[in-house]
């Protein structure tokens, strides 16, 4: 039987799979770390905070929009949901660090609900009083 030729896409994915079985997933973020520390040393911290903000950016246009605040919401949830000593009683589930600025025309909802009741009432023969 013949051999069939391996696409470069196909050699370079097999032989980081063979690179990650010999050396470890430690490897490859060690490549990283080094990677990281050349780029700051070549180019500086403002280049570093451009590259961080432009990630940023494409990040929550991507994923969310646009919006920064979900986004930000998100993260933050997802950083504690790993510190939750208990997850499974669920007390850190809805936590949203930065909520939705409140609306003008927004009522309280208690408040609503009472006016809702007190206006659907019946109004007694005789002023009720």
């Not at 979900?70 to 993260?75: R, V």
């Not at 600025?101 to 023969?125: D, F, G, Q, W």
Request: with cysteine; proline share 5%; aromatic share 6%.
């Amino acid at each position: 039987m013949a051999k069939t030729k391996r696409t470069k896409a196909e050699a370079g994915r097999l032989g980081g799979l063979a690179t990650k079985k010999r050396h470890g997933r430690k490897h490859y973020q060690e490549a990283g770390r080094k990677g990281g520390q050349a780029t700051f040393e070549t180019h500086g911290t403002e280049h570093m905070r451009r590259i961080g903000q432009a990630g940023f950016t494409a990040t929550c246009d991507r994923h969310y929009g646009g919006d920064r605040r979900a986004m930000l919401n998100e993260l933050i949830r997802r950083g504690l949901r790993a510190l939750d000593p208990c997850p499974w009683n669920g007390a850190w589930q809805n936590y949203t660090a930065f909520p939705d600025p409140r609306k003008e025309t927004e009522e309280n909802p208690v408040v609503a609900h009472i006016l809702a009741s007190i206006r659907s009432a019946p109004i007694p023969e005789g002023g009720g009083l």
